[in-house]
């Protein structure tokens, strides 16, 4: 009876160093090295598709690890219905970012989020969001690596909603 007890408790113990070291491996590296900071004037702006422009803060969304990416969409401009692999989490830094929760693209069903607002993307959680009358900021935060998967890829990621059948 008392083998049985110590290879049970052997067996607990070896997977507990096996689970702390893959979680000192997985999350130990992802923490900064030191501090960072970033003021709004060094922030570099790529534009892509219909205007919409693109900022990785920190991290690297194609990577493993934490990232924080700033988008702004122009007026009138929204991504088309999409979903990501990784929960998201969003905060709306300025204008009225409207938001769907589904694959019709149509603007009349959005919720507007003002500066200051927040919301959860779930991992496939169908979705389109931007802006309807005014420029907007948003900041999105997730753990990389992420992928977007556009429902209507003849539609662009990005423009004009319009109500999809």
Known sequence: MKSIFRTQNLI???AWIVFS???THVFGQTGPKDFFRITQSE???KEGANGVKSS????DPTKPGIYVVRNIFPPGIMSSPHTHNQDRYVTVIRGTWHTGTSANWDPSGTVGLTAGSFMFHPAGGVHFDGSLKEEVEVQIIGMGPVTNDFLY?????FGKPHKLD
């Open 43 to 45: 922030i570099i702006w």
């Open 56 to 59: 990785v803060i920190y991290g």
């Open 12 to 14: 607990a113990a070896l």
């Open 21 to 23: 070291c893959a979680w």
């Open 153 to 157: 890829p003849k539609e662009g990621n």
